[in-house]
T-cell receptor, first 114, second 116 residues
């Protein structure tokens, strides 16, 4: 079964703690993305990666970090520097970056900061 | 920078009613256009897309959208909605120049509630 998996589904964190969200894809896609979804705000791009060992900031990268050591994995770390981390986080992938390539989305991780 | 406006935050319809969700974008160059749908508890998935050619595109589940370049619009339509169409709908735009070719810009979404 090909697709994107994100874990955990729900995550709770105390203020001041870093937390890492997992994203794995078995679609053999080069490009991967992280979005943040807030009610009434749509999706906003945090980071994207076009290829292994490369990643670029999106529109709201402050307080987040990523790595891309393997093609199939693109973990996102929410650091204590992120002022308002409570949100729904979506990971996506596409064959390559570029507008002709459909993005496929994972089921999301809901992060709550207590 | 490109932006996407979805005019309706929440639309409530009865089954069999016709649907039109508005989407306007601000970018003067060539664009690719998408509608994504998020059913309750499910992944965000592609409903339909426009790259070029016939401005009227058909997607899954009886949805269609019309690209009107002069109006910078890409409205989503369905002649007769069903209860199962209850979902959140997102319009997205990709501008094919200016260094942001990689990027999809999403609208804020429209929540559609269909009452049986």
């Amino acid at each position: 079964d090909g697709g994107i998996t994100q874990s955990p589904k729900y995550l709770f964190r105390k203020e001041g703690q870093n937390v890492t969200l997992s994203c794995e894809q078995n679609l053999n896609h080069d490009a991967m993305y992280w979005y943040r979804q807030d009610p009434g705000q749509g999706l906003r791009l945090i980071y994207y990666s076009q290829i292994v060992n490369d990643f670029q900031k999106g529109d709201i990268a402050e307080g987040y970090s990523v790595s891309r050591e393997k093609k199939e994995s693109f973990p996102l770390t929410v650091t204590s520097a992120q002022k308002n981390p409570t949100a729904f986080y979506l990971c996506a992938s596409s064959i390559r970056t570029g507008g002709y390539n459909e993005q496929f989305f994972g089921p999301g991780t809901r992060l709550t900061v207590l | 920078a490109q932006s996407v406006s979805q005019h309706n935050h929440h639309v409530i319809l009865s089954e069999a009613a016709s649907l039109e969700l508005g989407c306007n974008y601000s970018y003067g160059g060539t664009v690719n256009l998408f509608w994504y749908v998020q059913y309750p508890g499910q992944h965000l998935q592609l409903l339909l897309k426009y790259f070029s050619g016939d401005p009227l595109v058909k997607g899954i589940k009886g949805f269609e959208a019309e690209f009107i370049k002069s109006k910078f619009s890409f409205n989503l339509r369905k002649p007769s909605v069903q209860w199962s169409d209850t979902a959140e709908y997102f319009c997205a735009v990709n501008a094919l120049s200016g260094g942001s070719n990689y990027k999809l810009t999403f609208g804020k979404g429209t929540l559609l509630t269909v009452n049986p």
